[in-house]
């Protein structure tokens, strides 16, 4: 795999750019990857017969409908695979969103885990109900081993640390952009230099995630 090129492609394809009021996205690789992605998953409902007359509640025009529509997004599919960067770029950006996703799980379940070992907490939010006291325990003892297994995955830990580490960073970076913004000595260029550091700080948090969840999968 050409990571500094996918890397870079990434950056550009999901800057954020500051006009007027309005954010505009530039998602072309991320776009892309939806696509085939979206293209992936008719052909996989298609070939699925179960799945396929559920959809479709029996109706065989309709699913003659989709199954002509699902013979065209195969061949559009076929042309997209065979395109070997994009296909690499793709599992790139899916890596990144699945690591964030498992960081997300992570800090929920460790929040539940939390709450549940604090009495107090646990007697206002049943507010003294032991049914629902015995119930939010229960689910915090099974969060504790969804949350024990994946935190003896080390280099996914060693990643989330990573990348709170970067969206704190990215909060404080905004927070004083906020404030140079608010300030009565504002001029016009340094409001464009706020934007600037603004979108720096969103880049920044993206590209840290991206290099961990390349580097996750080369592991």
């Not at 394809?13 to 309005?22: P, W």
């Not at 052909?43 to 017969?49: C, E, G, S, Y």
Request: glycine share 2%; hydrophobic share 45%.
């Amino acid at each position: 795999m050409q990571f500094s090129n996918i890397f870079f492609t990434l950056l550009l394809s999901t800057a954020v750019v500051a006009k007027g009021n309005k954010t505009t996205k530039a998602v072309t690789d991320k776009s892309l990857c939806k696509q085939m992605a979206s293209l992936e998953a008719t052909v996989a409902l298609a070939a699925n017969t179960t799945k396929l007359d559920a959809k479709t509640k029996g109706n065989a025009t309709k699913a003659a409908e989709f199954q002509a529509k699902a013979s065209t997004a195969a061949t559009e599919l076929s042309t997209m695979q065979s395109n070997t960067t994009l296909v690499s770029t793709c599992a790139v950006i899916s890596a990144a969103q699945d690591t964030e996703d498992a960081c997300s799980q992570m800090s929920a379940l460790s929040k539940l885990v939390a709450l549940a070992a604090n009495t107090t907490e646990v007697d206002e939010k049943t507010k003294g109900n032991a049914t629902k006291a015995a119930a939010l325990q229960s689910k915090a003892s099974a969060a504790a081993t969804k949350l024990a297994d994946l935190q003896s995955n080390t280099t996914l830990t060693s990643a989330c640390a990573t990348i709170k580490t970067a969206k704190e960073a990215s909060k404080a970076e905004k927070a004083a952009a906020a404030s140079s913004t608010s300030s009565s000595a504002a001029s016009a260029s340094s409001t464009a230099k706020s934007a600037g550091s603004v979108l720096n700080a969103q880049t920044g948090v993206l590209s840290t995630v991206i290099v961990l969840a390349a580097g996750m999968m080369m592991l």
